[in-house]
């Protein structure tokens, strides 16, 4: 320690505290009467700048609002043009025709059923398409009896002879007769072939037929049945009753 002379230093201000600041600039932004100056005097014009920041800047939720706002708008404005799209759709063209939408099969890509013509008919009538010829008739196939040339019904022969039977008949059908048989149908004492043949015979002619018989050896009663077959024996003329030999052997 010296004896010398006594300075002492000058006093400096503090700097204000944060805190004040803070609270001045909060009381700017109020606009409450003489702390406004006293902010002003402590912070300068810093307060005035943050209240214009604060004040000009949009809230977090208000940018947000109105883009959902346009968004809602546009689809609106979507949907009604969609609709008027689908009402005007079908078009006149230049000749006065209707032109029709785009139907679902033309859409899918699936083919559309195709009308088939169907040919008109008059009532009462048979398309000719569907008309069946008539069956072509069968040439018509007949004989008739005409008589017994040798030893008619009842004739007497001695037991043991030999004779010849004949009969005419005639081609009453419209079949010209070809391999045709008169098959023995029963057999009795008297001899006689199983089967004679019957000469071609055209339709309307007359044919003899002749069988070679021997007759019994004890007397009796020989009747003997034929009937006109093909060469596999299948009887002919169906409805025609057999031809036959009726004698007596004395």
Not at 27 to 33: A, E, F, K, L, T
Not at 35 to 54: H, I, M, N, Q
Not at 83 to 92: D, H, K, Q, R, S
Not at 194 to 201: D, L, W
């Amino acid at each position: 320690m010296t004896d010398g002379p006594l300075t002492t230093e000058p006093e400096t201000a503090s700097p204000p505290a944060a805190g004040v600041e803070v609270v001045s600039a909060v009381s700017g932004v109020d606009g409450q009467g003489g702390s406004s100056g006293a902010g002003a005097a402590l912070s300068g014009d810093k307060p005035a700048r943050a209240s214009t920041r604060e004040t000009l800047t949009p809230g977090p939720e208000a940018g947000p609002c109105g883009r959902r706002a346009l968004l809602a708008a546009g689809i609106a404005a979507a949907g009604v043009v969609a609709v008027l799209v689908g009402w005007l759709l079908p078009t006149v063209t230049d000749d006065g025709s209707s032109r029709a939408a785009p139907t679902e099969a033309a859409t899918t890509g699936t083919a559309a059923p195709t009308a088939t013509a169907t040919p008109a008919t008059t009532p009462g009538t048979t398309p000719a398409a569907e008309q069946t010829p008539a069956a072509s008739a069968s040439p018509r196939d007949d004989s008739v009896f005409e008589q017994d040339v040798t030893y008619p019904d009842g004739s007497v022969v001695r037991a043991g002879q030999r004779f010849d039977k004949t009969w005419r008949i005639r081609n009453a059908g419209e079949v010209h007769w070809h391999d045709r048989y008169l098959t023995r149908m029963n057999d009795t004492p008297c001899k006689a072939p199983k089967r004679v043949g019957i000469g071609p015979v055209r339709p309307g002619e007359s044919v003899d037929i002749t069988v070679r018989v021997r007759a019994a050896k004890s007397p009796g009663r020989c009747k003997i049945y034929w009937k006109m077959t093909d060469e596999d024996g299948t009887p002919l003329l169906a409805d025609k009753r057999p031809i036959f030999l009726d004698v007596t052997v004395a």
